[in-house]
């Protein structure tokens, strides 16, 4: 079946480091997006890619960075100057002109 | 700045009654708008996709409508069932950034036996 798959389900960061979270997706789906969730407040968009070797920043981009080298690929970097880290992490992705979105069940990140 | 809002935030009712969630935005000018279920520590589920030409979507016990010159949406549920407890989410995608969706914090319901 197709579908999206994020790694790992939880993720734990020591302060000071950087860590990566997976994404894959076989959809054959052009643009992929990453956003974050955070308790009481609505999901807000860190990075999105609408074709390979092209990404974009969002409303969030500050601490995290992105490589889109394949199209089923867009692996998100939680950089240690992302000071407030701990979150749940959803990866999404759509035809170019979005007729729709499909999601992964999400990584949650927590510092500790 | 596309701004969406849902209310109420959270909804219990008891099963078999018919429910209206809500959910407007501030800028008319969307490409779609689109309903997700999210359970907890899960992902999101999509349950409905609205273009801005279109009027309603339905899909089984579930109808949502769409009035863009107003800025609203309603996702209608019909005979809820227990298995429907879940926080609903709104997304607006804007003419100009289709790319890009717009959340509101969503409606949390509980459909109690």
């Known amino acids: 079946d197709g579908g999206i798959t994020q790694s790992p389900k939880y993720l734990f960061r020591k302060e000071g480091q950087n860590v990566t979270l997976s994404c894959e997706q076989n959809l054959n789906h052009d643009a992929m997006y990453w956003y974050r969730q955070d308790p009481g407040q609505g999901l807000r968009l860190i990075y999105y890619s609408q074709i390979v070797n092209d990404f974009q920043k969002g409303d969030i981009a500050e601490g995290y960075s992105v490589s889109r080298e394949k199209k089923e690929s867009f692996p998100l970097t939680v950089t240690s100057a992302q000071k407030n880290p701990t979150a749940f992490y959803l990866c999404?992705?759509?035809?170019?002109?979005?007729?729709?979105?499909?999601f992964g069940s999400g990584t949650r990140l927590t510092v500790v | 700045k596309q701004e969406v809002t849902q209310i109420p935030a959270a909804l219990s009712v008891p099963e078999g009654e018919n429910l209206v969630l809500n959910c407007s935005f501030t800028?008319?000018?969307?490409?779609?708008l689109q309903w997700f279920r999210q359970d907890p520590g899960k992902g999101l589920t999509s349950l409905l996709l609205?273009?801005?030409?279109?009027r309603e979507q339905t899909s089984g016990r579930l109808n949502a409508s769409l009035d863009k010159s107003s800025g609203r949406s309603t996702l209608y549920i019909a005979a809820s069932q227990p298995g429907d407890s879940a926080t609903y989410l709104c997304?607006?995608?804007?003419?100009?950034?289709?790319?890009?969706?717009?959340f509101g914090t969503g409606t949390r319901l509980q459909v109690t036996l």
């Open positions: 999404a992705s759509s035809t170019t002109v979005p007729h729709g979105y499909t």
């Open positions: 997304a607006v995608s804007s003419a100009g950034t289709a790319s890009k969706l717009t």
């Open positions: 800028d008319s000018a969307i490409y779609n």
């Open positions: 609205i273009q801005s030409s279109q």
